[in-house]
């Protein structure tokens, strides 16, 4: 919303500056995005008389001027070099020194030699003022101008909407009030920064009958359009409106038209109260406001062609659709230069039925965005007259008798001020005589305790809004911070939940692995989504802002991928990435679950002299995955199993889980399809934790369990097993630990011997795992002959177990 | 006597290794050494004469023995020395390489976050990211076709043909969690809620997928003037600095009345943000007093319980606070940029040890 000072002061009575205004402005919740005050940029130009002007020695089209000139309030005399032709011996003119940002060309004025003359300054046009596009010559003041005065108090003087400072406020979608100057200007008066002028609407007597008549639709009379008046006015002489509105609508960025439709777009911006005007010679018939059968096809004032979908309000003569109701009239019974006959409209709409309507068809216009707000419904007819007034003034005429169907929807609503509360709310101390004079400044009206809601606010819908308006018009800046004292005393407790605090350690787990944490977008595109077992209609979104960001993502790991590909892209080849956050199961509130997604691509290492460098396995990704689950508290002895969804590689991945159903991560390398398909170059292993899916601990407790010490000496005997290629060390390390669960205190695998060399010895599809055991007795030293039974009976369980004989 | 003794601590003095030590000792105390035949000697001596002797000829053994253990040790140290001065490695080559991993500053910016509100006594609830209208907006009292809908640029899920239910939508702000967090416990109640929100809007400087975080403080008596001091708490232990002033300013939000906007006073220069100095005001954050409408949508009843809520931009936040000058990059997982600005995995924020370091 823009206006000007002078447009203001039409409605408000006061001394105070722009930069007071603005202040009060943005303080009140008005917030002011730009002021555009002309006098800033010109300050620097003052008005000088040229003492004589002849022909520049070197060019023909040059001039020579010596200019009576001030500078910093010093009379001096300086040469300019001037390419005007009016420029002459004892003009009165503009002057910019040098130094000066001239506005129209964007440049600071530098002293110059011209075709071997010096030029010190410049005498302006208008257009280098950014007054006007003129630039036919320079300025030519009247001879007793001030000589050595700021040129903009001259404006400000003379010509004061030259000079005019231009207001832009951001207007929150509940102050549709303020989309008129008039409820700018009640706002300053309630601050107290000047009094609001009286607005008197007399009504302006009928001298005929309109023959055009209304009637809206019983249907719509409950609901779209409860009122609508009109009224003909004859024998209009339209063309263009006077300077001062031209001025006015240039100045907030509308197109002066013709004096008819500058006159709706004023009362637009002035009173909040959009108005139409039709063409009365172009009107067949009486005008029927109804809602459309859909279809019906109109041109409107924006020249564009619409098809009214049904439901929509319009207005309709004889021959069909005329004007998109409370939107955009149509250009067939619009005004022109020529119009003398004129039916003016002032109407009130229902906002959601103008909100339906303006998205259905895709128009932004003033009168939708004013309608769809809340138009004041009290001031339906008033505006009509006001209007009226201001056409038989600016375009002569006659008026016809008002013509109108319904009634003004206006309800008396009522809230109670309770002052105490607004005390409380707020937290500030603002006395009970202050808030009712600040509601009475806002036009409320006060019977006893009780506020009576202003027609023009319609978002008064209960205390609250009493609340606010007290509060915002006492200025929150003097609010003054109260402490809030904690709800417990004493230390603070913890207030993380358990899975809370599982997400922030699993994620510090990760990056203590080595591991840089992305935060990827939630949303992918279908195909990546596809290959990750998502991308349906479920999760898809029906207005996505690219086709990339289509889906919302099944897992994390494509857009982990997507994000080593661009690394790669990049030069960077060997990668640790991961991320914490929601993955989604479907399309419904809570289909979602947190994931944690590891991914490794390339070498586990930079080359260096150790020869740490080797390609990342699916060991790397297996030990971290368990380094986080531990982390996170899984039990210790979870079981490996195969079967990992098929974006991983189907040998080479595995799932840890706890009993056959609870899989808590899985881990391996992705399936090269999927490395093609998202452009990633391998090696790449991966690993995703669910970390919902650990059990959570039953009770809290903070006891250890003891420790147990022995002092007996332990054993560790190694064994060498010859088995099948295809046999899982696991089954052989659970095979041995089976032979004497409370001697053995461990098993580990601490070779593995396969390929060529393997078969070469062992036999064709063999190969050799070797394990270590350690025995640890608890009651007695242990003798050579226990440990060989011990020996045995692991021989025997591993060879039960796996097929496997001892590697002679 | 003197003159042996001189003798043989002079030769083992001199003795270049082990060899001639062995040498020296078998030449003085081997079976026939100098010394050990004195010894024999002393048998034929009278008992008087042995008396002085004896004594003597044990103190030269003793002597000597011990000068031939010393001087052993050294040539064995020297020795030592010489081989470890052979066995010189190039220390100058680099150690072997250890990952080193980063946490995201929208993690790290959260978690400080969340270490301040814990101190106020806030705990995190969370809510779902696809979210029902009915959470997003009505129960926010954002009803339907209200002008105020369309400022959010809402993303909005698939609806199958034939299922008439208004869509689901991507949560434009953290505000639904409220009343989720209110419904579940009631009042009192004290939540931030963090996380992402989703907002069709994608330019230098919005992307469309943000983080906020929401609070909500609802208790019998809380006031706006409790609201403006628990931000500037806030404000002041997040930037970390002594002294902050935060300027109210009013404005409208659907789910509070009133509402504000709140700025920051702050100073811009040279792209440094100084916070608590300068003469320039920046926006932070939006809140207000929660609408008695939100609590009645949320089972909490108006005329008993009062209270606030604000939003907070995390990305913006974070931004603000660690120089970060492009809100996409947060998002494009830039190896480069996730190691200049991400945090080590160990620099958990708490108050007593700091929020950073």
Known sequence: MKFTLSWLKDHLDTEATVDEIAEALTDLGLEVEGIENPAERLSAFTICRVIEAKQHPNADRLRLCRVEAWVEGERQEVQVVCGAPNARTGLVGVFAPVGTHIPGTGVDLKPGVIRGEASNGMLCSEREMMLSDDHEGIIELPGDAPLGARFVDWLAEHDPARVDPVIEIAITPNRPDALGVRGIARDLAARGLGVLKPHEVKPVPGRFESPIRVQIDPALKEGGCPHFTGRLIRGVRNGPSPQWLQDRLKAIGLRPISALVDITNFFTYDLNRPLHVFDADKVKGNLRIHAAAGGEALVALDEKEYRMPEGVMVISDDSGVESIAGIMGGMPTGCTDETVNVFLESAWWDPIAIAKAGRALKINSDARYRFERGVDPAFTEPGLEAATAMVLELCGGEPSQVVADGAAPVEDRAYRLDTDRVVSLVGMEIPAEEQRRTLKALGFRLEGDMAHVPSWRPDVQGEADLVEEVARIASLTRLEGKPLARADAGVARPILTPMQRREGIARRTAAALGYNECVTYSFIDRESAALFGGGDDATMLENPISSEMSHMRPDLLPGLLQAAARNQARGFMDLALFEVGPAFTGGEPGEQYTEVAGLLVGHAAPRDPHGSRRPVDIYDAKADAEAVLAAIGAPARAMIRRGAPDWWHPGRSGQISLGPKNVLAVFGELHPRVLRALGVKGPAVAFTVYPERVPFPKAKGTTRPALELNDLQAVERDFAFVVDEDVEALTLVNAARGADKALIEWVRLFDEFTGEKARAQMGEGKKSLAITVRLQPREKTLTEKDIEAVSAKIIEKVAKATGGVLRG | ?357
Request: aromatic share 8%; hydrophobic share 40%; net charge negative.
């Open chain 2, 1 to 357: 006597m003197d003159d042996l003794r001189q003798k043989y601590l002079s030769a083992i003095a001199g003795a270049a290794d082990e060899a001639a030590l062995e040498e020296i000792r078998v030449a003085a105390l081997g079976k026939k050494g100098e010394i050990s035949l004195k010894m024999r000697e002393l048998g034929r001596m009278s008992p008087e004469e042995r008396k002085v002797m004896g004594p003597k000829l044990n103190a030269l053994k003793d002597e000597i023995n011990s000068a031939l253990a010393a001087r052993r040790a050294a040539l064995a140290d020297a020795a030592l020395e010489e081989r470890l001065a052979a066995e010189w490695l190039d220390v100058t080559l680099p150690g072997r390489p250890r990952p080193q991993g980063t946490v995201h500053p929208v993690s790290q910016v959260t978690e400080e976050i969340i270490a301040i509100f814990a101190d106020m006594g806030f705990a995190v609830a969370e809510g779902p990211q696809v979210e029902s209208d009915w959470y997003n907006f009505d129960a926010l009292n954002i009803p339907p076709h209200h002008p105020a809908r369309q400022e959010f640029d809402t993303f909005y899920m698939y609806r199958a043909e034939g299922d008439e239910r208004p869509p689901h939508v991507l949560r434009t702000h953290t505000s639904p969690v409220q009343i989720r967090a209110m419904e579940a416990h009631g009042a009192p109640i004290r939540v931030i809620a963090p996380g992402r929100v989703y907002r069709s809007d994608y330019d230098q400087t919005h992307t469309p997928m943000f983080h906020q975080v929401e609070g909500l403080a609802i208790d019998r008596d809380i006031s706006m003037a409790n609201l403006k001091w628990v931000l500037e708490e806030f404000c002041r232990a997040f930037f970390e600095v002594d002294h902050v002033e935060l300027r109210f300013r009013a404005s409208h939000f659907p789910f509070t009345e009133p509402s504000a906007e709140v700025d920051l006073r702050c100073s811009w220069k040279g792209g440094q943000l100084k916070v608590g100095e300068g003469d320039d005001w920046m926006e932070i954050l939006g809140s207000g007093m929660v609408h008695p409408k939100v609590l009645k949508a949320a089972g909490v009843d108006p005329g008993q319980w009062q209270g606030f809520a604000f939003g907070l931009g995390i990305d913006r936040l974070a931004m603000l606070k660690y120089g970060i000058p492009d809100l996409r990059a947060f998002f494009d997982s830039d190896l480069r940029w996730l190691r200049h600005y991400g945090f080590a995995a160990l620099d958990v924020p708490t108050l007593h040890g700091g929020l950073s370091r």
